[in-house]
């Protein structure tokens, strides 16, 4: 049900009104020292986000219930605080300096109450409860921004980090070379084979050489995702060449019990290429 | 020839191409075996071609027919040879092998002539 407008939201809205000038030259000044030397944000930027800011915040408290948060008037400065810190973000800006902003509005408001001495005690610290509830809200809404913007950044990064680690390139007709480079975990494994199997099947690729150089540990689980790899490898009817594994990787796999004797391994890549071309029947000489 | 859900065609002097079809039921699979051997010794085969081009999945019931396939297939000196085996049959399959399989894979048939 809503409620009805309180004598401390008539109170703020008209210190708003009565201090605006005030309150607004503050904000902008403050904000153009926070982000003015990085370029986060321009100065006509600053006075537009001092004034929706204001003007939010009157609607705000204007409406029946200012702390509810599903109310249009809350919704509406959430996302206005969600999008200035998503831009921000995007301009390279510090979160930490948005929101000790965020704390300077609302010391702003408070000060500005201060002058005051027609505001009760009683009525200050509904205030102070009602700004604090507000701003914490605001908070959180920048807060939950700033994370989802992180996660999406992570996200990204993951996508490329996996399109890059996994480079399958048709070297030759029906030759695919795969460096592998890292560690091989479970999900990584199901990428590779997920595209290397794809790749087999609409290159008609009939040779796969598989470069480990740059594995540099192995455990039971890596060399098992290897075998994996290579055993898919050969039932789409293609070979599986494996090169550049290390001495201490050797090691580590004979003491691992892991038998690579249905696979073909070379010591380098250039090895594994010269064996793919001897199984395709292609002959490399010098012009 | 149809015989009990696969369809063999020969190709080749000595090749024998087998696509298996929906009505393939590998419950019982001695006397569908016997068929194929038959029909295998009659013309003669010495390679036979199974296409796996619409199996996007092997499960563990079916590798073992095809384990059983070849290696009745190898008591009487045929090769068996798995083609068209499609990538998500091979990722399926590559996961809970534990061994190679007793049968051959080629990509098709041309990339098999090709190396030979």
New interface residues.
Partial sequence: MAKNKTPVNLTLIEQLKLQVGNISGRIEAQGRNVFGDSNVMSTDEITDFSIEFLELMVALLDSDDPLDHHRPAFRALQTFFGNISKQILVRGGRMEDFVRYMQFLQRCFIESLGADEHVSPEDMRAILLLLSSVFNELMLAVFQTYLEEKERTIDAQQRELRETSTPITEIWDGVLTLPIIGTLDSSRTLLIMESLLNRISSERARAVVMDVTGVHTVDSQVSHHMIQMVRAIQLMGATAILTGIRPEIARAMTSLNIDLGNVTTRATLSDGLKEAFRLLGVVVSKA | MNIGGVHLTRIGSDDMLLEPTRALDISDTGTLLESILECLQREKSLRLYYDLAEMAVIDPVYFAWLENLSRACRAINVRII??H???????G???F?HA??SFE????MQ??R??S
């Fill in positions: 798995c083609i085996m499609q990538p998500t049959a091979a990722f399959l590559a996961t092998l190679a399989p894979t080629a990509l098709d990339s098999l090709e190396e």
